[in-house]
């Protein structure tokens, strides 16, 4: 199961900002035992580079990302940390 959310997560956000750069971590593990982890939900790591958050502040940026990650933002994900940024920015 958790191989196949990090390969939707990456589709989503493939398709949403065809990014330079893109790595997604399931740290689920490390939050095992953890109240918000209960229901089954993970908690991911987000680095993208993408020309789509060039000019876009933080708060923009990861708007976006939770717009492109749609419903999986309630069904499969509880936690997300999102390192979003444009080319030439340090991710």
Do not use: C, K, N, W
Not at 21 to 44: M, P, Q, W
Not at 71 to 81: K, Q, Y
């Amino acid at each position: 199961m958790t191989a196949e959310r990090v390969a939707r997560i990456r589709q989503a956000l493939e398709q949403a900002f065809q990014p330079s750069r893109l790595e997604v971590v399931d740290d689920s593990h490390r939050h095992a035992g953890h109240a918000g982890a209960r229901d089954g939900r993970g908690h991911f790591d987000v680095t993208i580079v993408s020309p789509a958050f060039a000019g876009l502040a933080p708060l923009a940026r990861h708007r976006a990302v939770y717009a492109a990650l749609g419903e999986m933002m309630t069904t499969d994900i509880h936690a997300l940390s999102i390192h979003a940024s444009g080319p030439g920015e340090p991710a």
